[in-house]
Each structure stands twice: as structure tokens, then as C-alpha cells.
């Protein structure tokens, strides 16, 4: 029986919950459909295909002149009389992040909340695979794409987050950074890349550049598993869930029967009731990869990521195993020169930034001077060249003019995506090596480095995170938002 189109809803959670009934009915029909069509090869007429689209979540609000403004954070804004849409995937998955949102708007706004099945359809790739029944039933992809929803490339894009909407229009406006269509085209992404189900993603996200640091969380993570800890599981690639429950056996036998080295960036997730826990990605080495992983978690809205990595020293104080907390880049990564131009200015988070000076300060045990003879804050250069080395001389005066104290190929592109993209980010780098004093990473003393500083290192990321979660209220920066934004985070 068909539902009715459009909903008006009391309360967010009644919004949520008809959301969820329009999704699944959706995706229901739209996988009987395809069932059909590969038993019988009987295509779904229009009215059927008429089923298989995006529940579209719309906010009124006309009145303006008596908001109940509580207090100034970042989001959570009208900042203009009318109509705010988007198209909702995965509601169920995203249940939490859309209450706290449209709860925030209903305490401070009049609004009127309706729900309605949008004209978005829901490509079948994002919903279904049956790669072997099409196989056997001899159906190609061009038989399904006559018949069913594929994505199309015209209608995902990030037009909204990159400020190219007209919003001064008679249309409705952008109530989120990005719609269903963007949404699901990441969350597949996510899966290809990491190995694992996007929904084990936690919200707190740790980025590194090497693979050492896998090992340190898998042993960490394998220690929280305990009564007393909050943690549940630990999920590996491949979606191997190590539990309290498992012996000191079988969790190794399953950490070494995980396929990590069959994905471009395996993710590992120590996770929490609310998905409130912290993953794990290695994202390689590069600017390019910084970007495309960062793109697709973003989709996520996490409450942060953090870069924790290796760097290259440029001062003749720095030591091997040193520490530098940027809190300024010099991009030269020009992967994002045409998005976020390197003359815009890309914002420190004292928020994030004093969180990880105090987690340097547990963990190392260290404060005042003696910390500063470890941890060194200052400019980081981000570089789309791993052998800068050899144009040294053409780079020098750039660098120097910078004060710059490191240089790595991920920071930069890391912040300058959370910027972009309204997610708090921050990076904590270690010395590896120091090639203007003739300190290059050689074999023995990497190993020697390795050894000694990843463990300190991770742990000052994940202290961190843990601090950071008791002030989420107030990381969301309004630096991280600009002068006319949409209404969620």
C-alpha cells in the first residue's frame, strides 16, 4: 500500500522514526524489485520504480523575530526566515546525530518538521549487491542500468560544503553539508578503503602514515577490552570483531588472520555504545590519499580527527623522537589549491591544540621547560613531493621565511580538509629524521625510533581524544564555520 507523501511531524523523534519507515520501505522494494528481475527478468514497472527514493527531511520557519538562543555554539542556527531540506540515507545508522540536530532547532526555533519521499532516487549499488545472481542469470550492467537507479557522477558533488549554492533564492535551502546521494557514494567509498563496514567507523579518528602504529593500537585496544572499560569490540579489516569474550589466543590468531594488506587504508575501530569510540586509519603517505580519505569521513560527522605521524625536522635543536604540535601550515600539497586557496588561512583549534599539549603532558610526564625540550610548537610544511629534498635550494627561502620547524606530505591537506569540510582537526607529528643535518632515516636507526617513540606517541593521540570528548559541546569551532551557514552540523 502506498504511504503517504508528505508527514508533518511533532517532534524529532517522530521525524526520525517516519525517516526510517520511508528508507526501508524503499530500499525493500527496490531489492524485491531486483530479486524479480533477475529470477524472472521481469523489469519493475514505473510505479514500482516510483518506490525506490530518498526520504526528504524538510524544516519551516517563518517566524524570526523571538529565537530562544541559549547560547553561541557553531551550529544548530536559522540563520534565515524559510525552508530547509535534505535528502536522508541510513537513517536508522544516523538516528543520534539526527535527534541531537533537529532537537537543538526545535528548543530554539518555531519550527514545523515534515517528512516526505523526495524525487532523489536511490542508485541500487548503494543498497544491494548481487554480483553472482547477475552473474548466473547472464545479466549485464547495462540490462540493470535501463531498469533500476545507478549513481550518477552530475548529481553527487560537494557544491553545498564549497559555498556554491545560490541560497538567496525563492528554493529551499541546504539544511545539511551533504545529501543522500553524497552520503552513500562516501559511505561505499569508506568500505572499499578500509576494509571494513562504515558503520564500525567511531566518531573521535585517529589518521597515521604508518603501519607501526596499527600494531600499538591492536595491543592497546586488545588491553582496553575489559569489564571496567567502556570499550565493546575491536573490529579489524575484514570485519574481524575481536570480544571481551575471546581468549588471549584467538585474539591473536585473528588479528593475524585480518586481511589489512588488501585495502588502500585499513581502519581499525575500538568501539563504544553511540559509535562513541575511536578508529584507527592508515591512510599511507601523501596529500592525495589525506584528501580522498577525509573526503568520505566526512560524511560521517565526526567529532574530530587527529594526525598523528612522522615528520621531518628542520632545526638543529629538534632531536630524533622529538615532538612538534603544528599550529600553522604552509601548504604546499596543491591538492586543494582550488577549493581552499593557500592565501585563505587555515585556523588553529585552541580547543584541540591544549588538548594535546595536556596529553603530552601525562603521558611523557613532563611540563614547563622539560616538555618544550620534547614537544615544539610551530609552522609545519605539507609537501606534495616526498624527495623536497632534492629542491632544497630552490625551497629554502620559502621555508625559511615560514618559520617553519617540520615537514611532512599530510598535515596541511588534513587541516585544511577539516576546515573545509566543519570537522575539528589537529596534528601531533614526531621527528623520524632531520635531512638538513644529515639525520636520514636509515634502516637501523629507524628501527631504534620505531621502538622507542610510537607507543608514546599513539597514546598521546588517543589521552587526547579522551580529553576532547569531555568538552564536545564546545570543540565545534565557530571558526569552523563561516558567516551565512547551513542549520546542522
Known amino acids: 500500500m502506498a504511504q503517504a507523501r508528505t508527514t508533518k511531524c511533532l517532534t524529532p523523534e517522530d521525524a526520525v522514526n517516519q525517516l526510517e519507515d520511508l528508507y526501508t520501505g524503499a530500499t525493500r522494494a527496490l531489492a524485491e524489485a531486483m530479486d524479480t528481475f533477475i529470477t524472472t527478468g521481469e523489469p519493475p514497472a514505473r510505479k514500482t520504480r516510483a518506490l525506490f527514493r530518498y526520504p526528504l527531511l524538510r524544516i519551516t520557519h517563518r517566524d524570526m523575530t523571538n529565537p530562544r538562543l541559549t547560547h553561541n555554539r557553531a551550529f544548530g542556527k536559522l540563520e534565515h ?17 539526527l535527534l541531537e ?98 558503520r564500525h567507523i567511531q566518531r573521535w579518528i585517529l589518521l597515521t602514515n604508518y603501519h607501526r602504529y596499527v600494531d600499538q593500537f591492536i595491543n592497546w585496544g586488545i588491553g582496553q577490552l575489559s569489564d571496567i572499560c567502556e ?63 577525509t573526503d568520505h569521513l566526512a560524511v560521517i560527522r565526526p567529532n574530530c580527527w587527529l594526525m598523528v605521524g612522522h615528520c621531518a625536522g628542520l632545526r638543529d635543536s629538534q632531536a630524533i623522537g622529538d615532538y612538534v604540535l603544528a599550529h600553522a601550515y604552509l601548504r604546499q600539497d596543491h591538492i586543494l589549491d582550488t577549493l581552499v586557496p593557500p592565501e585563505v588561512p587555515v585556523p588553529v583549534l585552541s580547543e584541540v591544540q591544549i588538548a594535546l599539549q595536556n596529553a603530552a603532558v601525562y603521558v611523557l610526564g613532563n611540563s614547563g621547560d622539560e616538555l618544550k625540550q620534547q614537544l615544539r610548537t610551530g609552522t609545519v610544511v605539507t609537501y606534495d613531493d ?66 622507542n617513540e610510537i607507543g608514546n606517541h599513539l597514546e598521546i593521540g588517543i589521552v587526547a581524544l579522551e580529553l576532547l570528548q569531555e568538552q564536545r559541546a564546545t570543540l565545534h569551532s565557530r571558526k569552523l564555520r563561516s558567516f551565512d551557514e547551513l542549520p546542522f552540523r
Open 81 to 97: 526566515p524559510g525552508v530547509y531540506e535534505t535528502t536522508i540515507t541510513n537513517p536508522e545508522a544516523f538516528r543520534s546525530y
Open 231 to 293: 570499550y565493546n569490540n575491536l573490529i579489524l579489516p575484514g570485519d574481524i570483531t575481536i570480544t571481551p569474550e575471546h581468549t588471549p589466543e584467538q585474539m591473536k590468531e585473528m588479528v593475524a588472520s585480518s586481511p589489512w594488506n588488501r585495502h588502500q587504508m585499513p581502519a581499525y575501530h575500538l568501539t563504544k555504545d553511540g559509535n562513541d569510540g575511536i578508529t584507527l586509519i592508515n591512510i599511507g603517505v601523501g596529500p592525495s590519499n589525506a584528501k580522498n580519505i
Open 101 to 198: 540536530q533537529l532537537e537543538l532547532l526545535m528548543r530554539e526555533y518555531d519550527i514545523e518538521i515534515e517528512v516526505e519521499i523526495s524525487d532523489q532516487e536511490i542508485p541500487f549499488p548503494y543498497v544491494i549487491e548481487r554480483t553472482g545472481d547477475m552473474a548466473a542469470a547472464k545479466i549485464t550492467p547495462d540490462q540493470l542500468a535501463r531498469h533500476f537507479p545507478i549513481p550518477h557522477l552530475t548529481k553527487v558533488g560537494d557544491e553545498i560544503v564549497d559555498g556554491l549554492i545560490d541560497q538567496n533564492t525563492d528554493t529551499p535551502r541546504p539544511l545539511a553539508l551533504f545529501d543522500a546521494a553524497r552520503t552513500d557514494f562516501s559511505l561505499r567509498r569508506l568500505v572499499h578503503y578500509t576494509g571494513s563496514d562504515w
Open 386 to 451: 616526498r624527495n623536497w629534498e632534492l629542491r632544497f635550494h630552490h625551497e629554502r627561502k620559502r621555508i625559511n621565511l615560514s618559520r617553519a620547524i617540520a615537514i611532512d606530505m599530510e598535515s596541511g591537506t588534513i587541516a585544511a580538509q577539516g576546515f573545509r569540510l566543519r570537522v575539528p582537526y589537529g596534528s601531533l607529528l614526531c621527528v623520524s629524521d632531520k635531512p638538513l643535518h644529515g639525520e636520514i632515516k636509515l634502516p637501523g636507526a629507524a628501527n631504534a625510533f620505531y621502538e
